[in-house]
């Protein structure tokens, strides 16, 4: 059987895909400048006869074709790049490049792309169809990795009929993953305001127009947006993060600088709230003799899975695994750029359970203590390996 076939490659690679996790985790880079990892991605799938191009500087497309009759395509994603997060771990694999982190799993995730990647080449006789690998760069960083390597023409040549992605969480046991069809991540926009006043010394506040209380008034009322404005069985998300006035105890400031992120899973809402915060911030500093510049960056859509193939995915994930670890994920407002795929092609993005409180690696992602069970890499490349065959029919 298949299934037999794929967990014996996937415990023969096993020891190795740890090997690249931690090569990848002690190496990181930063968005956009994955240079030595996409070239560690290269040198495997070089060593095992893989063609592959590149795609958006850093990313790698790789092709493995099976010797069976198909036309089907399935892409299967990981993401390459770290974050500017200092480790706080103690393991022989920390990172050696100082203030920068695989504080997501994205060292996880190339790593069991590569493990996959390895167990589908020794199958080529056994499925018909294309499997596309894309190793992608900058998940983490506006405009985002996924929607230049679509600009690019990942998604054609040939073109996938479905992509599949899968990414660590630390609140799931490992050996457990999660699947949720529908709306499953927000859309995220990043909201950078300016408001400007007239400063001078604050014990004479009736000569000045004091931004950092007009920027008080307006991160206050714009919690109106979501709590008075958005329909509440609609999730949304307005938080601020940063604050900066630069006065001091006796100076008032002539500005003051807001920095926040807006989350939703609407696009209409998405867009009519962008409206509205921009219009509130303006209209209520213009009203207390300042000014305001509203910019938003807007950044990734929310995610959807295409329900016919996540069911499909989450139906050959119990058979992989067996039933009892496969659980239900609920909405996660959180966002990510494989939303850019979802939106093109039908996708399905799923959980892989990292966690284990014996083994202190159930600390959330982009936190200087996240760390994984190693032992999820036991499932996490035959899992995707499997779902790729069965999907393409064979």
Same mark, same amino acid.
């Given at each position: 059987?298949?299934?037999?076939?794929?967990?014996?490659?996937?415990?023969?690679?096993?020891?190795?895909?740890?090997?690249?996790?931690?090569?990848?985790?002690?190496?990181?880079?930063?968005?956009?400048?994955?240079?030595?990892?996409?070239?560690?991605?290269?040198?495997?799938?070089?060593?095992?006869?893989?063609?592959?191009?590149? +795609?958006?500087?850093?990313?790698?497309?790789?092709?493995?074709?099976?010797?069976?009759?198909?036309?089907?395509?399935?892409?299967?994603?990981?993401?390459?790049?770290?974050?500017?997060?200092?480790?706080?771990?103690?393991?022989?694999?920390?990172?050696?490049?100082?203030?920068?982190?695989?504080? +997501?799993?994205?060292?996880?995730?190339?790593?069991?792309?590569?493990?996959?990647?390895?167990?589908?080449?020794?199958?080529?006789?056994?499925?018909?169809?294309?499997?596309?690998?894309?190793?992608?760069?900058?998940?983490?960083?506006?405009?985002?990795?996924?929607?230049?390597?679509?600009?690019?023409?990942?998604?054609?040549?040939?073109?996938?009929?479905?992509?599949?992605?899968?990414?660590?969480?630390?609140?799931?046991?490992?050996?457990?993953?999660?699947?949720?069809?529908?709306?499953?991540?927000?859309?995220?926009?990043?909201?950078?305001?300016?408001?400007?006043?007239?400063?001078?010394?604050?014990?004479?506040?009736?000569?000045?127009?004091?931004?950092?209380?007009?920027?008080?008034?307006?991160?206050?009322?714009?919690?109106?947006?979501?709590?008075?404005?958005?329909?509440?069985?609609?999730?949304?998300?307005?938080?601020?993060?940063?604050?900066?006035?630069?006065?001091?105890?006796?100076?008032?400031?002539?500005?003051?600088?807001?920095?926040?992120?807006?989350?939703?899973?609407?696009?209409?809402?998405?867009?009519?709230?962008?409206?509205?915060?921009?219009?509130?911030?303006?209209?209520?500093?213009?009203?207390?003799?300042?000014? +305001?510049?509203?910019?938003?960056?807007?950044?990734?859509?929310?995610?959807?899975?295409?329900?016919?193939?996540?069911?499909?995915?989450?139906?050959?994930?119990?058979?992989?695994?067996?039933?009892?670890?496969?659980?239900?994920?609920?909405?996660?407002?959180?966002?990510?750029?494989?939303?850019?795929?979802?939106?093109?092609?039908?996708? +399905?993005?799923?959980?892989?359970?990292?966690?284990?409180?014996?083994?202190?690696?159930?600390?959330?992602?982009?936190?200087?203590?996240?760390?994984?069970?190693?032992?999820?890499?036991?499932?996490?490349?035959?899992?995707?390996?499997?779902?790729?065959?069965?999907?393409?029919?064979?």
């Amino acid at each position: 059987m298949i299934k037999d076939k794929i967990k014996d490659l996937a415990g023969t690679i096993f020891n190795d895909v740890v090997g690249y996790r931690r090569h990848i985790h002690s190496n990181p880079e930063l968005s956009f400048k994955e240079f030595e990892t996409s070239l560690f991605i290269k040198e495997k799938l070089t060593k095992w006869g893989i063609e592959f191009i590149d +795609c958006a500087n850093t990313g790698v497309v790789g092709l493995i074709k099976g010797n069976k009759p198909s036309e089907k395509v399935i892409a299967l994603r990981a993401d390459m790049d770290a974050l500017p997060i200092h480790e706080a771990n103690d393991k022989p694999y920390r990172s050696k490049n100082q203030g920068i982190m695989h504080a +997501c799993g994205h060292d996880v995730h190339s790593s069991s792309l590569l493990g996959t990647a390895y167990i589908l080449n020794q199958l080529k006789d056994d499925f018909g169809g294309t499997i596309k690998l894309i190793f992608q760069p900058a998940e983490e960083l506006l405009p985002g990795g996924a929607s230049i390597m679509i600009k690019e023409g990942v998604l054609e040549n040939p073109k996938p009929d479905t992509i599949v992605g899968q990414h660590v969480m630390p609140l799931i046991d490992a050996g457990k993953v999660g699947f949720r069809s529908g709306i499953y991540m927000a859309s995220t926009d990043e909201l950078y305001v300016t408001v400007t006043g007239k400063g001078g010394h604050g014990a004479q506040p009736h000569q000045n127009i004091d931004p950092v209380v007009i920027a008080s008034h307006i991160i206050i009322a714009l919690q109106q947006i979501v709590s008075r404005n958005a329909d509440p069985r609609l999730p949304s998300v307005l938080s601020f993060g940063k604050v900066i006035a630069n006065g001091a105890t006796n100076i008032i400031p002539n500005e003051v600088k807001i920095e926040g992120t807006f989350r939703t899973l609407d696009e209409n809402w998405r867009a009519e709230a962008h409206v509205r915060m921009k219009k509130m911030a303006e209209g209520m500093a213009e009203s207390m003799g300042g000014s +305001c510049d509203f910019d938003i960056h807007k950044g990734y859509p929310f995610l959807i899975n295409e329900e016919k193939l996540t069911a499909n995915a989450r139906s050959f994930a119990e058979d992989f695994l067996g039933k009892e670890n496969v659980i239900d994920l609920d909405i996660w407002m959180a966002a990510e750029d494989f939303s850019f795929y979802s939106q093109v092609t039908d996708a +399905c993005f799923y959980r892989l359970g990292t966690g284990n409180a014996a083994k202190d690696t159930q600390h959330s992602v982009h936190t200087p203590k996240f760390d994984i069970d190693e032992d999820a890499l036991k499932i996490s490349t035959g899992l995707m390996a499997y779902i790729a065959v069965k999907q393409l029919g064979n």
